[in-house]
């Protein structure tokens, strides 16, 4: 079992940075036995894929729409998943999800039906 609570999320101008932050309480199993993901669903639109990585932070892989501007990462001994966004534009707005995903597979994982365990989101609006 895993609780994830995103913080971070706010206000920004297009072209500014925020930093995004998925703590992460597991109950059976370690933090670092998990696949993490943020995704991402803006008003209207179904919830899309950002960023994903793996197990010990290793690999790391990313939407075409965020490559270049937005970096994941995780910190297994703080339980924590972050993403980094840089270059914000006003198309980035959107509630923002981590995700946990228990299964043992080492492939990409970029469906929200691969993952087990959601938090509540974050807002990011960018103004342009």
């Known amino acids: 079992q895993v609780q994830l609570v995103e913080s971070g999320g706010g206000l920004v101008q297009a072209g500014g940075s925020l930093r995004l932050s998925c703590a992460a309480s597991?109950?059976?199993?370690?933090?670092?036995?998990?696949?993490m993901g943020w995704f991402r669903q803006a008003p209207g639109k179904e919830r899309e894929f950002v960023a994903g990585i793996s197990r010990i932070g290793i690999t790391t892989y990313s939407a075409d729409s965020v490559k270049g501007r937005f970096t994941i990462s995780r910190d297994n001994a703080k339980n924590t998943l972050f993403l980094q966004m840089n270059s914000l534009k006003a198309e980035d707005t959107a509630v923002y999800y981590c995700?946990?995903?228990?299964?043992?597979?080492?492939?990409?994982?970029?469906?929200?039906?691969?993952?087990?365990?959601w938090g509540q989101g974050t807002q990011v609006t960018v103004s342009s």
């Open positions: 995700a946990a995903d228990r299964s043992t597979t080492v492939r990409a994982r970029t469906s929200p039906n691969d993952y087990d365990y």
């Open positions: 597991t109950s059976g199993r370690t933090f670092s036995s998990y696949l």
